[in-house]
């Protein structure tokens, strides 16, 4: 079945230290891929998405994420952590093959900075 | 400014009560999407539109009911079918092109509760 694993439901990094979220998704073919971060009884919004090109994407606030076909990855990295950081991540994908726009999300990963 | 909102922020439901969550959108984006949101569970997808006067079930669409008779508008009725209506709902739009590379946009959600 098609899915979208975030392993880690929550993590805890100091501040100034190095953050990685690990998401994997299970699909026949590269779907798009996306980051979104919702701050407590907020929207979602848009990091960062790879639809194709570059494997090491860009996205707002300082994150990137590089997709790895053969681990079926997309983890989003940040070199340091700020408090304001603090929030709950969601990797999703969109299937290529479906005409839908769909979006498929993993269960999220809740991120705590320590001062 | 250019965005999605949706009305109320919270919503009380009585037992046996249908209640009307209200998504508008001034992007001109085609699609919108209404996902519920629950604690540890991601968000699910309950109803989307591509076009006017159109729309389709989602994942969890049983209980739910929509209509689009505008572009800018996609309301979300929870009726007293759902029994576990308690939950963050989302709306989101889009863009809508054939080559599937559209990017999901988030209104800042409603808070339904049941008394």
């Known amino acids: 079945a098609q899915s979208v694993t975030q392993p880690d439901i929550h993590i805890t990094v100091s501040e100034g230290a190095s953050l990685e979220l690990r998401c994997n998704y299970s699909?026949?073919?590269?779907?798009?891929l996306f980051w979104y971060v919702q701050s407590p009884g907020q929207g979602l919004q848009l990091l960062l998405k790879?639809?194709?090109?570059?494997?090491l994407v860009q996205g707002i606030k300082g994150f990137e994420a590089e997709f790895k076909r053969s681990q079926s990855s997309f983890n989003l990295r940040k070199p340091s952590v700020h408090w304001s950081d603090a929030a709950e991540y969601f990797c999703a994908v969109a299937p290529r093959s479906s005409n839908t726009g769909k979006l498929i999300f993993g269960q999220g990963t809740t991120l705590q900075v320590k001062p | 400014d250019g965005g999605i909102t949706q009305s109320p922020k919270y919503l009380f439901r009585k037992e046996g009560q249908n209640v009307t969550l209200s998504c508008e959108q001034n992007l001109n984006h085609d699609a919108m999407y209404w996902y519920r949101q629950d604690p540890g569970q991601g968000l699910r997808l309950i109803y989307y539109s591509q076009i006017v006067n159109d729309f389709q079930k989602g994942d969890i669409a049983e209980g739910y009911s929509v209509s689009r008779e505008k572009k800018e508008s996609f309301p979300l009725t929870v009726t007293s079918a759902q029994k576990n209506p308690t939950a963050f709902y989302l709306c989101?739009?889009?863009?809508?092109?054939?080559?599937?590379?559209?990017?999901?946009?988030f209104g800042p959600g409603t808070r339904l509760l049941v008394l």
């Open positions: 699909y026949g073919a590269t779907p798009y």
């Open positions: 989101a739009s889009s863009p809508w092109s054939t080559s599937g590379e559209e990017t999901q946009y």
């Open positions: 790879y639809f194709s090109g570059d494997t």
